[in-house]
């Protein structure tokens, strides 16, 4: 542990045991006006969430200090570390478990200037496990031909060597729809969408003769590309996702849809663009990956287990703050109520914050894979994962029992939260787009707590946005103490969720579809990328 990382653990430390300023918390200290229950653990957490809530410090020294959670990488490592530090000072048993191993990879600076025909600094960004620069670069930034077939696009590529190739399409507006829709004329707002549309489908066809964007990338690598700029725009003001690279040894940038479409204008136009770039970038080998697991013992069911859930990984772009800090957060504040409110539960309460999500679930899929006895044990499971949002949805995932206890718990929830709440009965099994798939596939009952949107799909998933900034704390108070009510009365029930399975609707050629089946984690990096 270095001693800035120390720093930081005492730092978060001693902002978690002081409680938010009053102004923060919202409620003063009152029980809410509708609290159905007379129970008094409920009302406890009631007032442990909602009104000396530690989500604001807890959130602040993840996303701030530590920041992105890219697998592998050593703001990932830290993170680990650090839950640890946090769950020791709640006085809960916690570990990191090593699932796999997976490709290491460091950031360091990135500046990208566009230094001919005028000077401008440009928003950029390495996309993730990108190779760096070795120092600083320059070279002319092209645009890709407009080949007819792979013959005209090889004739091209001694073009592309020693430059910056543009390969994605070039916005002709980055205004988002919505702003047109709010000022343009009708008939504006269906013109500009029609030359969009035009504008795509011709660079669409020009790719098409230049192969896949795998192939694409690689042989501008092979032709001596000083780097490949790529732009995904998220279709919000002055917001792009960040992936990862499709090569090794070349630099990659995503650049921003305004910087983008400059570069392009100027490389079509035949105006002479010069791009300087530093990137500083290192590959740290094959290195473990974990989960942190977290643990109350049960007092009474000791061998069954309710179970609280949130990926930790995350993207690199941004601050990994909604997708998915809010979801740590939220299991990690859930796990300090519990332990405050209730420390002797009749069954064992356990948090998984997983790595490699965003690579395959493959942190969650390797748990359950590992830990069949508690699949087995499974009473229920709480998986957050989608924003800032508070919880709004929840579906019993294809459980045809699961709606009675759900109906039961949130009947006892004070209406400030249970209000905001639609069950979804009996829902549908999740395929793989969280966690909670890992173990509903096996037809344990897990569940996942849908938030609302606060755009998220266009501003925070996955983008270079994801950031502190977006996170709104009463949302997150809410969740906190809405999972960790939801925990406790799954603790206390006298039956775990029961399994029984809905009748699978038909497919499109009349078939019953099948459950998910569980899919084989990946152990390390070389057996699945996405």
């Excluded at 606060?454 to 950031?467: A, F, P, V």
């Amino acid at each position: 542990m270095t001693v800035a990382f120390r720093r930081l653990v005492l730092a978060a430390g001693v902002l978690s045991l002081a409680p938010a300023p009053a102004a923060a918390q919202g409620f003063g200290g009152r029980q809410p006006n509708s609290f159905p229950s007379s129970d008094a653990t409920l009302r406890r957490m009631w007032t442990l969430g909602m009104d000396s809530s530690h989500t604001y410090a807890q959130a602040q020294a993840l996303m701030d200090s530590i920041g992105p959670r890219l697998n592998g990488s050593p703001g990932h490592k830290s993170g680990n570390e650090w839950l640890l530090s946090m769950y020791k000072q709640y006085g809960i048993t916690a570990r990191n478990e090593q699932y796999g191993t997976w490709k290491a990879w460091r950031r360091g600076v990135t500046h990208m200037d566009l230094v001919q025909p005028r000077v401008r600094s440009l928003e950029a960004t390495l996309l993730a496990w990108s190779a760096g620069t070795k120092g600083r670069v320059e070279g002319k930034v092209v645009t890709l031909p407009a080949a007819t077939d792979s013959a005209s696009f090889r004739a091209w590529l001694p073009s592309a060597r020693n430059a910056f190739v543009l390969v994605s399409f070039p916005e002709p507006t980055c205004r988002p729809d919505e702003n047109y829709r709010e000022y343009a004329t009708p008939e504006r707002f269906e013109q500009m969408q029609a030359e969009r549309t035009a504008a795509r489908q011709a660079w669409t066809q020009r790719m098409r003769a230049l192969g896949s964007a795998n192939d694409l990338h690689a042989r501008l690598a092979e032709a001596g590309a000083r780097g490949i700029l790529t732009s995904n725009w998220s279709r919000g003001w002055g917001v792009n996702k960040i992936f990862s690279t499709r090569v090794e040894g070349t630099p990659v940038a995503d650049v921003s849809c305004e910087d983008y479409g400059l570069l392009h204008r100027l490389a079509e136009k035949n105006q002479g663009p010069v791009v300087r770039l530093e990137a500083d970038a290192r590959m740290l080998g094959e290195l473990p990956v974990f989960n942190t697991i977290a643990e109350i013992r049960g007092t009474e069911k000791p061998e069954e287990y309710v179970m609280l859930s949130a990926h930790f990984d995350s993207w690199d772009g941004g601050s990994g703050a909604t997708d998915n800090g809010t979801g740590t957060v939220t299991m990690l504040e859930a796990m300090r109520i519990l332990k405050a409110a209730y420390p002797n539960p009749k069954r064992t309460i356990l948090v998984g914050h997983w790595g490699g999500e965003e690579q395959g679930l493959n942190g969650s899929r390797a748990f359950a894979a590992d830990h069949p006895e508690i699949v087995k044990g499974l009473a229920a499971l709480f998986n957050q994962d989608n924003g800032t949002g508070r919880v709004s949805n929840i579906s019993t995932g294809g459980l045809v029992d699961a709606g009675g206890f759900f109906a039961r718990w949130i009947a006892m929830l004070p209406s400030d939260i249970s209000r905001h709440i639609t069950l979804n009965v009996p829902g549908m099994p999740g395929g793989g787009g969280s966690d909670y798939a890992s173990f509903l596939c096996y037809g344990a009952p897990s569940f996942s707590l849908g938030s609302n949107s606060w755009e998220y799909g266009t501003y925070t998933w996955h983008t270079n946005r994801d950031t502190f900034d977006k996170i709104d704390f009463g949302e997150i108070r809410n969740n906190a103490t809405l999972t960790a009510m939801l925990a406790y009365l799954a603790s206390e029930s006298p039956e775990p969720v029961a399994r029984t399975q809905r009748v699978m609707p038909s497919d499109s050629t009349g078939q019953a579809r099948p459950w998910p089946a569980c899919t084989t984690p990946a152990r390390k990096s070389s057996e699945s990328s996405r």
